[in-house]
């Protein structure tokens, strides 16, 4: 088992800057591919970014590139989302999610994902 839990959440102002974290505890945190998702209110839940189990490969959903970072340190079973110009449709549940490393569909399908957490909402006004 894989426990996660997301903090850094907010209320932001549109062109501003926050950081998402995402604490892995349980089964070694270096196994895993990580990624983000997010939930709008009345839409489905959507990708946002994925890293591999190094951090050497990364993936963003068009929306959010060049806006938003995703990275990972394993020493501190820890993963980030460091999101820069924020917009009102970046509001949203933020969720990290886990799945095991060997896994070679594409990282945007939410069903490969084993681990989740409970989600921190973050709010951009405008």
């Known amino acids: 088992q894989v426990q996660l839990v997301e903090s850094g959440g907010g209320l932001v102002q549109a062109g501003g800057s926050l950081r998402l974290s995402c604490a892995a505890s349980g089964r070694t945190f270096s196994s895993y591919a990580m990624a983000w998702f997010r939930r709008a209110p009345g839409k489905e839940r959507e990708f946002v970014a994925g890293i591999s189990w190094g951090g050497s490969s990364t993936y963003y959903a068009d929306s959010v590139k060049g806006r938003l970072t995703i990275s990972r340190d394993n020493a501190k079973n820890t993963m980030y989302l460091q999101m820069n110009g924020l917009k009102p449709d970046d509001t949203a549940v933020y969720y990290c999610?886990?799945?095991?490393?060997?896994?070679?569909?594409?990282?945007?399908?939410?069903?490969?994902?084993?681990?989740w957490g409970q989600g921190t909402q973050v709010t951009v006004s405008s």
């Open positions: 999610a886990a799945r095991i490393a060997s896994i070679i569909q594409s990282m945007d399908i939410t069903a490969t994902y084993n681990y």
